[in-house]
DNA sequence: TCCAATATGTCGTTGTACGACATGTCGTAT
DNA sequence: ATACGACATGTCGTACAACGACATATTGGA
């Protein structure tokens, strides 16, 4: 498996998605949320992304009981989430050693 | 100012500049160091950045007193600086997001 | 019945990352 | 002397992600 940067629409998408199983407008609205209202992903960011994490496979179609309008859930898979794991992890790491380089000099 | 996702090259950039003044190499390999030897920037990538980082004034150059060769510096600006704080409390604020999301559940 | 919110998707533009390529210097071992 | 690896800076083309704009359709309420 190799190193991969996620970026922060499809981290958020990933996070959003770990939760529970969501559709797309649900993910839009919950990212916004999550994010205090600063990241307000567009359609295109949002379905473009889903077709890739879909391509692969880290995310699956999932059939909600409601399937009255056009919805369609989403749901991390096993693989998906472990990825995310990795990734979240990274990101901790990295805001270690941020804080490192930033502290102020001397003993 | 606006709401600005920093990729992880420039983050990384930025960082190896926040310690003290460096020149290309330098920041080449000090962010092999700092990443644990995962991320090895190409030199593509880190003289576009760097190009990016001067016209937007984050960074500037920086004479060293030690010039005998081709070598350029670059340290960061108080505005290039004050930019990196925010930017890692973004990324704090994310971290604490996702643990939240990937917690499990209950109570 | 009009309108906002819900809901999904495409398309073209823009910008970034990155590998490949190009060039040159310095110090050291042969 | 010279060859080589590390040091050092840069350009170019490609591939791809992000995003705004656009297109469409449904549902519930004022």
Request: aromatic share 4%; proline share 4%; hydrophobic share 35%.
């Amino acid at each position: 498996m190799e190193a991969l940067p996620l970026s922060e629409p499809v981290l958020l998408i990933l996070l959003s998605l770990a939760e529970r199983p969501r559709h797309g407008y649900s993910i839009l609205k919950n990212v916004e949320e999550m994010s205090g209202g600063r990241v307000r992903l567009s359609t295109g960011t949002l379905y473009g992304a889903i077709r890739r994490l879909l391509d692969g496979r880290w995310i699956e179609r999932f059939k909600e009981d409601d399937s009255s309008r056009g919805r369609q859930a989403y749901r991390l898979t096993s693989q998906g989430r472990q990825i995310l794991r990795q990734e979240v992890s990274r990101l901790k790491q990295l805001t270690r050693v941020a804080s490192l380089c930033m502290a102020p000099k001397e003993t």
